[in-house]
Each structure stands twice: as structure tokens, then as C-alpha cells.
Antibody, heavy 118, light 108 residues
Framework: QVQLVESGGGLVKPGGSLRLSCAASGFTFSDYYMSWVRQAPGKGLEWVSF????????DYADSVLGRFSISRDNAKNSLYLQMNSLRAEDTAVYYC???????????WGLGTLVTVSS | EIVMTQSPATLPVSPGERATLSCRASQSVTSNLAWYQQKPGQAPRLLIY???TRATGIPARFSGSGFGTEFTLTISSLQSEDVAVYYC??????????FGGGTKVEIK
């Protein structure tokens, strides 16, 4: 069965960096776009970034453009999110999600919490 | 950028009654509209895509309708396990991908 397991979250100071990982299993990872979606405490869902199966195409929300970088390693069935210059407003649970067809999400991980605070 | 607006913010419904949730897009998204359910402490789950197609394993009491800018998610007979926040998402024009603000369904 499809499984997505995020890791790498934690407490970081403003201006700091963090790298999130998502381990995928149960499907042919390289066949799918993948995405990161975040949810601030008590708030709604916000799309962050996506990447194509071969890493040819990536895109980012304006709120993270220039600070975050998405990547993947198909040999390791893993998705990554490098987050630099973190701000308090980046505090959220970060979900890894598999993209089905046209940018909708059919499987989600349980999420990893990132807290940006001094 | 397309903005998705959901109403109401909170919807109290008695067990066994019908729940009707609305989602409006700021411009047409044709039928490229999905609904997700998020129970407390859990990740979102895909319920509906293509405005009206149930995802795998979703009970028949969940149905979606609409086209263009106006969409509805209906729960025909609310069960206690349906207490959750429901989000709509357009995927017709991206980036950015846009979610609505959510509707919280609670037991009256």
C-alpha cells in the first residue's frame, strides 16, 4: 500500500535552515509528481511546492520562492524540501503528498511539524 | 490567481441529517475541483475529484456537484465519524494551487 513518511521537522530559530524528507513506498515513485503542502497551527491548507517525476519541472508558492528548494532522489524513493531563511510564519505541519493526475493529492503523509521561534 | 471561498465556516448538523457545504471560485475552474476531509489530528484525505467523482473507498453518502465557479459537497446522512474540516481545492489553473479556507462540520 502507498505510504509517505515525513521526517526532519523541529524547532529552529528565525533565519535558520531545515531539510525535510519524505520516504515513499508502495508505488513507482518516479512515475508521480510530488508536492509539499503545509498547515499553520489552527489554519487551513497551503500549497508550498511541487516537482515532476524526473525533476524537470518545479514550482513554488510566492511565500517561499527563493527560500525553499524541492528535490527528489528516485533511486531512494525520497522527496526533500530544503528550507532556508526561515520565518515565524513558516511554522506549520508540512505534509508530503502524491499528485494524482492534474495536481490533486490522493495520498498524504502524517506530516512533520516545523516551529520557527527564538 | 484563483481564490476559493467556502461557506459556512462552521456547520452544525444533527446525526442522520443532510449536510450541504459550498465552495466558490473567483473564476471558472470548470470541473477541476476536489474536496478533502481532515479529521482532528489527521492528514487530509481525498474525497471527491472532478467535482463529482468519489475517490477510492469513499462512502456513497458523500457526493459532489457543480461546475465553473459554484460547487457543493453533500453528506446525505451525517455520521459521527464525518466530524471533520472539509476543504475544496481547484486544480484548473496552477500555479498556485488554491485551497478554500475550510468548513468545519460538527454534531448539533
Amino acid at each position: 500500500q502507498v505510504q509517505l513518511v515525513e521526517s526532519g521537522g523541529g524547532l529552529v530559530k528565525p533565519g535558520g535552515s531545515l531539510r525535510l524528507s519524505c520516504a515513499a513506498s508502495g508505488f513507482t515513485f518516479s512515475d508521480y509528481y510530488m508536492s509539499w503542502v503545509r498547515q499553520a497551527p489552527g489554519k487551513g491548507l497551503e500549497w508550498v511546492s511541487f516537482i515532476s517525476g524526473t525533476s524537470t519541472y518545479t514550482d513554488y508558492a510566492d511565500s517561499v520562492l527563493g527560500r525553499f528548494s524541492i528535490s527528489r532522489d528516485n533511486a531512494k524513493n525520497s522527496l526533500y524540501l530544503q528550507m532556508n531563511s526561515l520565518r515565524a510564519e513558516d511554522t506549520a505541519v508540512y505534509y508530503c503528498a502524491r499528485v494524482m493526475g492534474q495536481q490533486l493529492y490522493d495520498y498524504w503523509g502524517l506530516g512533520t511539524l516545523v516551529t520557527v521561534s527564538s | 490567481e484563483i481564490v476559493m471561498t467556502q461557506s459556512p465556516a462552521t456547520l452544525p448538523v444533527s446525526p442522520g441529517e443532510r449536510a450541504t457545504l459550498s465552495c466558490r471560485a473567483s473564476q471558472s475552474v470548470t470541473s477541476n475541483l476536489a474536496w478533502y476531509q481532515q479529521k482532528p489530528g489527521q492528514a487530509p484525505r481525498l474525497l471527491i475529484y472532478g467535482a463529482s467523482t468519489r475517490a477510492t473507498g469513499i462512502p456513497a453518502r458523500f457526493s459532489g456537484s457543480g461546475f465553473g465557479t459554484e460547487f457543493t459537497l453533500t453528506i446525505s446522512s451525517l455520521q459521527s465519524e464525518d466530524v471533520a474540516v472539509y476543504y475544496c481545492q481547484q486544480y484548473n489553473v496552477w500555479p498556485p494551487l488554491a485551497f478554500g479556507g475550510g468548513t468545519k462540520v460538527e454534531i448539533k
